[in-house]
T-cell receptor, first 112, second 112 residues
Framework: AQSVTQLDSQVPVFEEAPVELRCNYS??????LFWYVQYPNQGLQLLLK??????LVKGINGFEAEFNKSQTSFHLRKPSVHISDTAEYFC??????????FGTGTSLTVIP | EAQVTQNPRYLITVTGKKLTVTCSQN?????MSWYRQDPGLGLRQIYY???????DKGDVPEGYKVSRKEKRNFPLILESPSPNQTSLYFC???????????FGDGTRLSIL
């Protein structure tokens, strides 16, 4: 079965420090990768996507992610976090059609 | 403004009483999906639709029905709700297959 693994359920980090949120997925020939952010009591917002092309993808709010096919990973990074980045982050994968698989989420807490 | 609108936002009901959660999008999107979000499980796809009258099962379709009679609407129907369907539900839409999705604000259902 296809799957997405977010190894870290909670990540605390100090303000202005760098952060990496990890995501691994089941290998497939074609894969489309996404990171979404969810603020409390809200729906999900797209941070960035990898559909094809450059393996380094830049998104909104200073986030970026790198598609690594050999390691089947799509880790999310930000060089300097802000208090406003405190939220739940979800990695998602689509293989074919419109079937999407989401990870269990990583709760990022930025400490002042 | 591009929107996915879900109603109701909150609902408390009892076991066995049929309910419908409506979802409407104003972006003329082909693809629509329903998800449920549970603590520690992330988002799981219930059903998705590729176009009018075309729907397919996601990962957790048991106990749910959907219909797509119009492009903009994709209601989720619980014919005989049970307590294990207590969850936070999200509707989402996208313009094309494997593209990023726009999410609604969610519907919190409590089945007593």
């Amino acid at each position: 079965a296809q799957s997405v693994t977010q190894l870290d359920s909670q990540v605390p980090v100090f303000e202005e420090a760098p952060v990496e949120l990890r995501c691994n997925y089941s290998s497939s020939v074609s894969v489309y990768l996404f990171w979404y952010v969810q603020y409390p009591n809200q729906g999900l917002q797209l941070l960035l996507k990898y559909l094809s092309g450059s393996t380094l993808v830049k998104g909104i709010n200073g986030f970026e992610a790198e598609f690594n096919k050999s390691q089947t990973s799509f880790h999310l990074r930000k060089p300097s976090v802000h208090i406003s980045d405190t939220a739940e982050y979800f990695c998602a994968v689509s293989y074919t059609g419109n079937q999407f698989y989401f990870g269990t989420g990583t709760s990022l807490t930025v400490i002042p | 403004e591009a929107q996915v609108t879900q109603n109701p936002r909150y609902l408390i009901t009892v076991t066995g009483k049929k309910l419908t959660v409506t979802c409407s999008q104003n972006m003329n999107h082909e693809y629509m999906s329903w998800y449920r979000q549970d603590p520690g499980l992330g988002l799981r796809q219930i059903y998705y639709s590729m176009n009018v009258e075309v729907t397919d099962k996601g990962d957790v379709p048991e106990g749910y029905k959907v219909s797509r009679k119009e492009k903009r609407n994709f209601p989720l129907i619980l014919e005989s709700p049970s307590p294990n369907q207590t969850s936070l539900y999200f509707c989402a839409s996208s313009g094309y297959s494997n593209q990023p999705q726009h999410f609604g604000d969610g519907t919190r259902l409590s089945i007593l």
